[in-house]
Nanobody
């Protein structure tokens, strides 16, 4: 059983920055692919960013490339999402997810993740 707890959400102005954190309880965190997903008002949940077990491979949605950076600290059982140059369309509930089982699906596939956090609200104003 893996518990994921997000933090760091809040209110930001367009062009500003926020850093999200996701703390995991798993004892083998270093073996998990980790991802960030978001769901805006009236929209479906979508992929934002993901990172491989060692952190050597990362993947981003086209909409956030060049602005967001995903990273992980396996010693702290934590994954981060640094969000810069925020836009109003980034407003959403951001959820952390873990993939603890081997999967053939791309890291961007939300259906391949088997543990999810409760989500943290990010609101970006004009």
């Amino acid at each position: 059983q893996v518990q994921l707890v997000e933090s760091g959400g809040g209110l930001a102005q367009a062009g500003g920055s926020l850093r999200l954190s996701c703390a995991a309880s798993g004892r083998t965190f270093r073996s998990y692919v980790m991802g960030w997903f978001r769901q805006g008002p009236g929209k479906e949940r979508e992929f934002v960013a993901a990172i491989s077990r060692s952190g050597s491979i990362v993947d981003y949605a086209d909409s956030v490339k060049g602005r967001f950076t995903i990273s992980r600290d396996n010693a702290k059982n934590t994954v981060y999402l640094q969000m810069n140059s925020l836009k109003p369309e980034d407003t959403a509930v951001y959820s952390c997810a873990a993939r603890t089982i081997i999967a053939n699906a791309p890291m961007a596939s939300l259906g391949s993740y088997n543990y999810w956090g409760q989500g943290t609200q990010v609101t970006v104003t004009s």
